[in-house]
């Protein structure tokens, strides 16, 4: 697993991939952290991670949708299939170099608050801390900044998987946004209501199965500064089956 992992980790930066991932996503969230918070003199963070949720559904399939397409288009594939490494290995070698590149971008990103910070701590010394709490809310901070860790896991697990089945990488990144996006969107459409404030999906059935799906309502947990076990078993349940349905779809090629 450890070589898969070293060579994909490798590959991102030998390929421009991995340079446009980071570049797009740092000035990015400079620029939405920037317009979300300091110019609008406001110390909640809440829309700057949200919109970074959103984001990350777009680009995150950047890291995904070359996994397994680029072994096929490379004729690489059965080499690596009759490689001396389980399929196991492999799949959870490359999710996890995946993961290490969206990890170190998020760390880096972090830069962003500490002018919100500096700011918050001037304001202070001018301000009666007792009465007054001036700044952002650390523990909401470190919530959502958790919660976008775990929603970012789940879908690179996505993209894996559509990777796996897609027939070149332009398909598997169109796909894997689509799903992305339909996970953000299910929560949205399950609360949609009428112009009479009337709920849009009546069935209780059919609101039941949405708001299972919805990996908002679980991020929303941690983005209020809470953790919660049972989101937390969600989401890291979401990149198991995902990762799980990748190893079986490699399977049956081996021995097909």
């Given at each position: 697993?450890?070589a898969?992992?070293?060579?994909?980790?490798r590959?991102?930066?030998?390929?421009?991939?991995?340079?446009?991932y980071?570049?797009?996503?740092?000035?990015?969230?400079?620029l939405?952290?920037?317009?979300?918070?300091?110019?609008?003199?406001?110390?909640?963070?809440?829309t700057?991670?949200?919109t970074?949720?959103?984001?990350?559904?777009?680009?995150?399939?950047?890291?995904?949708?070359?996994?397994?397409?680029e072994?096929?288009?490379?004729?690489?594939?059965?080499?690596?299939?009759?490689?001396?490494?389980?399929i196991?290995?492999?799949?959870?070698?490359?999710?996890?170099?995946a993961m290490?590149?969206?990890v170190?971008?998020?760390?880096?990103?972090l830069i962003n608050?500490?002018?919100?910070?500096?700011?918050?701590?001037?304001?202070?010394?001018?301000?009666?801390?007792?009465?007054?709490?001036?700044?952002?809310y650390?523990?909401q901070?470190?919530?959502?900044?958790?919660?976008?860790?775990?929603?970012?896991?789940?879908?690179?697990a996505?993209?894996?998987?559509?990777s796996s089945?897609?027939e070149?990488?332009?398909?598997a990144?169109?796909i894997t946004?689509?799903?992305?996006?339909g996970l953000?969107?299910?929560?949205?459409?399950?609360?949609?209501?009428?112009?009479?404030?009337e709920?849009?999906i009546?069935?209780?059935?059919?609101?039941?199965?949405?708001?299972?799906?919805?990996?908002?309502d679980?991020?929303a947990?941690?983005?209020?500064?809470?953790?919660?076990?049972?989101?937390?078993?969600?989401?890291?349940?979401?990149?198991?089956?995902?990762?799980?349905?990748?190893i079986?779809?490699?399977?049956?090629?081996?021995?097909s």
């Amino acid at each position: 697993m450890f070589a898969i992992y070293r060579k994909e980790l490798r590959s991102f930066f030998i390929n421009p991939i991995g340079y446009i991932y980071c570049g797009v996503f740092l000035v990015f969230a400079a620029l939405c952290c920037c317009y979300t918070t300091i110019i609008n003199k406001s110390y909640s963070t809440s829309t700057y991670f949200t919109t970074m949720l959103y984001a990350f559904a777009v680009l995150l399939p950047l890291l995904t949708m070359r996994s397994f397409a680029e072994e096929r288009k490379m004729k690489t594939e059965q080499l690596l299939l009759t490689s001396p490494v389980t399929i196991t290995g492999m799949v959870f070698g490359k999710f996890l170099a995946a993961m290490t590149i969206y990890v170190g971008s998020m760390v880096l990103s972090l830069i962003n608050l500490i002018p919100i910070y500096v700011l918050g701590a001037e304001e202070r010394g001018a301000a009666d801390y007792l009465t007054a709490h001036i700044g952002p809310y650390t523990p909401q901070v470190l919530g959502q900044f958790f919660g976008l860790l775990l929603l970012g896991a789940a879908f690179l697990a996505v993209g894996i998987l559509i990777s796996s089945m897609a027939e070149n990488q332009l398909s598997a990144a169109v796909i894997t946004i689509a799903v992305n996006l339909g996970l953000l969107l299910v929560n949205i459409i399950n609360n949609a209501t009428d112009s009479d404030g009337e709920q849009l999906i009546t069935s209780y059935p059919v609101r039941f199965v949405f708001n299972w799906v919805s990996v908002l309502d679980r991020y929303a947990v941690f983005a209020s500064g809470q953790f919660d076990l049972a989101a937390f078993i969600y989401f890291a349940s979401i990149a198991f089956v995902f990762l799980f349905l990748t190893i079986r779809v490699y399977e049956k090629r081996r021995w097909s």
